[in-house]
């Protein structure tokens, strides 16, 4: 079969073999360096001391989450975190409940951790029913004291007495059981220090019923001499915002605002958003050091789309550079919020874990920030894994990743160019060559040579000869101008008569769709509704990730979530699926009513910020 270059014909063809070994992934978990832990891994924040280490703080114990002896030590790492000596106790396992540590170091070395304390040892709360049978919730690891130990020593000795913070109390507070003579509250969110204070998040729970926390808001504990001050009998602190209220949803929201995570700004303002049980995830600025905050409004991407989120931790950074980073799931929409199960579905699917950008912006009122749309950071082949409260750590120009399953905390090394390629989304104009297979303008009609894409798994050579994953991806990257919408316009299409191959095509509802199979299975996945229109160029990037074993679409520049027509915007293929090598000619366009402006095949999966980059370069 010949494969002539027609007039207008554009072809650059690399056929790529098979790899050797499995590609590396450094978004898959297992991959990361752990932190060790007893049975039970919570929130594995960490500081650096000043003598150069790293030093991690963890909730741990023997059991389960909230199961008796819970409590909090302390690691030292002087390898980067690859390696993490003896655990040093904050709080003995023989305590009572010690949990939801966080640290923070002043200017003259010293390190505050700070964690709830189940100091009175109360063994049951009054609770809903039905969700709890009896009226009594026995798990008491989210209320009682606030309290604090320090080290001198950068982590190597903790204070042997602790220190109570007073907290004022809130309308919250006074509505739970005990009048707020018996509080309710915990605290994931990252200590931080402005304009010559040191801050330190609280969420206050309303009660225990069904999805555990009932109600939620957020304050913040602000010590004005904390920075300076030596005798820890000495500071002051004061409860903010002002006034009876926390930081709650937006105007018709949920009961639920929880984990809210600061991140103080270039001018002095601080950014706080936090999860809710309404799909999306919750924000405000306060311009004042925490005394008053703006009306709650849920996040937006910079195009201006509502930002989809789960009942999960979602934390903002800002960096060393000024810029920032954004921790969320990438899904909910109105299918959390209208669940009549909504308090408790909305804690699942907390795999993968998807990273935005920030860029700081001028407004009327002060900087604001400006979100990119976002990249998978990082996952695990089971997707029912759940991966949760991260920390960010800066360390000689690279960042890293801390996160937990609750039972194995890791800590991972980002990849610099996935980093600054979210920082680059605002401006970046450019088609990677790297990995390009096929780069093709053609009329509608044209057959070409198909380019050899990468398998996804194939049989090992191990003694059992099960399946090896080999973690690689391609991607389709079209323009095409479309005079109609009608469904099973064939886009792209290297199927055998037995439909093994892949295709794009069309679908009701305005969108495109791509077909993968194997001769054994058959994966589909399809662009938003209504992403395609009829009459203008359009710029369509399907992505096949063969790592988290994710689909995605990115059409004119925008990646696709879901909206309000389903829950998650990207897709899962089967582990399973081992290539889509088929017929040995690509059909481009043929019968289509319309016209292939542009084609490209990447033999790799392409970051988002790439099919932007691409987009925006236009044809």
Known sequence: MSFPMKHGLLLALCVCALPAQPLPDGRLITTGWVIPDETYSDQPYIVKTDDG?????????????????????????????????????????????????????????RIYVFYNHNTDNVRQ?????????????????????????????????WSAKRYDIPMRDFEIDRRNPYGGKLKFFWNVGRAFTLQGAGYVPLHKVGGFGEGFFTSSEGAVLRSSNILT?????????????DGDIGLRTPAGGGPVAEEQS??????????????????????????????????????????????????????????????????????????????????????????????????????PKGK??????PEIVLYDDDPIVRMSYPDLVESDGKYFLTETQKDVARVHELDSSLVEGLWGQFDRKEVSKRGL???????????????????????????DYGREDLRAGFTIDVWVRLRSLKADQVLLDNRTPDGKGFALRTTAGAA?????????TENRWSSDPGTLAAGKAQHIVAIVDGGPKIITFVVDGKLCDGGDARQFGWGRFSPNLQNVNSSPELRVGAGIDGEILHLRVYDRYLRVSEAIAAYRAGL
Request: proline share 8%; with cysteine; glycine share 10%.
């Open 512 to 520: 495109a769709e791509i077909v993968l199979n194997d001769g054994r």
């Open 229 to 241: 001050e030596r005798d820890p009998e000495k500071l002051r602190w004061e409860t903010l915002p």
């Open 125 to 157: 709360v009054i609770a809903d029913k039905p969700t709890y049978p009896d009226g009594f919730c026995r798990r008491v690891d989210s209320l009682g004291h606030f309290v604090f130990k320090y080290s001198d020593d950068g982590g190597r000795t």
């Open 262 to 363: 600061f991140s103080p700004m270039s001018d002095g303002s601080i950014f706080c958003v936090y999860r809710t049980i309404d799909g999306y995830p919750a924000f405000s600025y306060s311009r004042d050091g925490g005394h008053s905050w703006d009306p709650p409004q849920y996040m937006r991407y910079d195009d201006g789309r509502l930002i989809k989120h789960p009942r999960a931790a979602n934390f903002a950074w800002r960096c060393a550079n000024g810029k920032y980073l954004y921790w969320f799931h990438n899904h909910g929409g109105r299918f959390i919020r209208e669940s009549p199960r909504r308090r408790t579905i909305a804690y699942e699917d907390r795999n993968p874990v998807w990273l935005a950008g920030g860029v700081e912006a001028d407004s």
């Open 368 to 373: 604001v920030i400006r979100w990119s749309q």
């Open 437 to 463: 297979a096929l780069d093709l303008s053609a009329p509608a009609g044209t057959a070409v040579k198909a380019p050899v894409l990468p398998a996804f798994m194939r049989r090992s050579t191990r003694v």
């Open 53 to 109: 280490a790293w030093l991690s703080v963890i909730t741990t114990g023997g059991g389960v989450e909230g199961a008796g002896g819970q409590h909090i030590v302390t690691r030292r790492s002087t390898d980067g975190g690859r390696t993490w000596p003896q655990p040093v106790d904050v709080e003995p396992a023989k305590g009572p409940e010690a949990s939801y540590a966080v640290p923070l170091k002043v200017p003259y070395g």
